[in-house]
């Protein structure tokens, strides 16, 4: 095709090629037809003279069967799919480079955009067990890279890409329901904790997540529906005034300041206490629980100070505290704590009240999951980056150390 928008395509025998894209392109003008608020769709039907049981059918392509291309959309005349492919887009994504892992219990998805940005998506398969029915956990993206830059963060390192717009996001889900209709399946959760920070993109993250519950579009139970934030304060509040049910997850990390800062440098601008109010007002709000991620780093975050520090700050909330694991990343010299100092962590925080779970390397619930693809395929910093980095954050976590034991 000589299309100028689909000929950026990238060649599955090369996968290496995939995150060059390092300038990208021009945007395709047509919208991505699963980011249309029903009424705009139904308008542009209207106006056309579609009979509303063509609109049901264009809504049954999209949502039901999650269908990525016109052509599939076989129930339709052929001069309707000519022209909604001239004013919108099927998919939002172009081409898609899928590899498992965890013995094909996770997979993962590198998705190039329209102008050749290339963003993550991963999808964890649970099999049935003792009454559960299975399930299947989608984790997205909601920003190409991000500008946080959490520095045990393998999307942090590549620095903030752009907003993912309203149907970029949606169609992620879209692709790996149209690998589960065969066999019936489907996905039955969907956690913000791909690439990027969502609510540095919160109008257009909670477009896609009304539009993924919306029980005429997607149809996802509100309670299946995860976003995580490393603390942006508005974004909580404006979340709150929206009073959905969804799970809210606070990447937290750190309770004492000087340690949060290096971990999380957004919390120079948002500091921990105020964020954990801001939770805590949307659980009082929504009654739903919030969770609190802390990615366990050894001898840097996982000291027993730090634990009492945590308690403290969340003791007596409706919370749930996830210690996950650091996975490994080349830039930082950090290392994943032992189970011995996450146990002991895990205790002070239960002796406050606090519920702790203790999650293992799989799939989401190491979080970083998402973003370490792509970071892969930014290709490797020079060694002296490397080594540049290394220092400055010893450097930063000795100080934030010294921070501890002085109190
Ligand atoms: N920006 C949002 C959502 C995306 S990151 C946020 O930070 O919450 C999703 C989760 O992956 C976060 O909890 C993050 O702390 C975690 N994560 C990032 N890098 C990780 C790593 N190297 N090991 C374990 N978890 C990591
Ligand atoms: Fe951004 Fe989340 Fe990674 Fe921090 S952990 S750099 S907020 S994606």
Not at 109 to 129: K, N
Not at 142 to 170: H, I, K, N
Not at 198 to 203: D, T, V
Not at 331 to 337: A, G, I, K, L, R
């Amino acid at each position: 095709m000589s299309d100028p928008m689909t000929a950026r395509t990238l060649s599955m025998a090369a996968p290496e090629a995939l995150l060059v894209a390092e300038r990208p392109g021009p945007r395709d003008p047509r919208p991505g037809l699963s980011g249309l608020e029903p009424a705009v769709l139904a308008a542009w039907l209207r106006d056309r003279a579609v009979p509303a049981y063509r609109a049901k059918q264009v809504r049954d392509h999209l949502w039901t069967r999650s269908d990525g291309t016109f052509a599939a959309m076989q129930t339709l005349p052929a001069p309707l799919r000519a022209e909604l492919e001239a004013a919108f887009r099927a998919d939002a994504l172009m081409e898609t480079d899928v590899r498992p892992a965890d013995a094909g219990l996770t997979e993962k998805a590198l998705h190039m955009l329209d102008d050749g940005t290339v963003v993550e998506s991963v999808s964890m398969h649970y099999p049935p067990r003792a009454g559960r029915r299975e399930r299947h956990t989608i984790c997205i993206s909601s920003q190409a890279g991000c500008a946080v830059g959490c520095p045990f963060c393998a999307t942090g390192e590549l620095g903030f890409g752009r907003d993912l717009d309203v149907a970029e996001m949606v169609d992620q889900v879209r692709f790996w329901q149209r690998r589960l209709t065969p066999a019936g399946s489907h996905v039955t959760n969907v956690v913000f904790m791909g690439m990027g920070e969502p609510l540095l993109n919160a109008e257009r993250v909670f477009a896609a997540a009304a539009a993924l519950t919306d029980p005429e579009r997607f149809g996802l139970g509100a309670r299946h529906v995860t976003i995580s934030t490393s603390g942006v304060v508005p974004g909580i509040e404006a979340l709150s005034a929206l009073r959905p049910r969804y799970t809210l997850a606070v990447s937290l990390h750190a309770a004492r300041p000087e340690l949060r800062d290096v971990l999380v440098p957004l919390n120079r601008r948002y500091p921990a206490a105020r964020v954990v109010e801001a939770a805590t007002a949307y659980a009082e709000a929504t009654g739903r629980r919030v969770s609190y991620e802390v990615v366990m780093i050894e001898g840097i975050n996982d000291t027993p100070v730090d634990a009492a520090a945590m308690a403290r700050l969340l003791r007596g909330r409706l919370v749930h505290v996830n210690l996950i694991p650091m996975n490994p990343v080349a830039h930082t010299p950090w290392q994943p704590s032992s189970p011995e100092r996450i146990a002991v962590f895990a205790a002070i925080l239960e002796a406050a009240g606090v519920a702790t779970t203790v999650r293992h390397n799989r799939g989401i619930e190491i979080g970083a999951a998402c973003g370490q693809l792509a970071a892969e395929r930014a290709g490797t910093p020079s060694p002296a980056a490397v080594a540049r980095r290394r220092e400055l954050l010893e450097r930063q976590s000795a100080a934030a150390l010294v921070g501890a034991a002085a109190r």
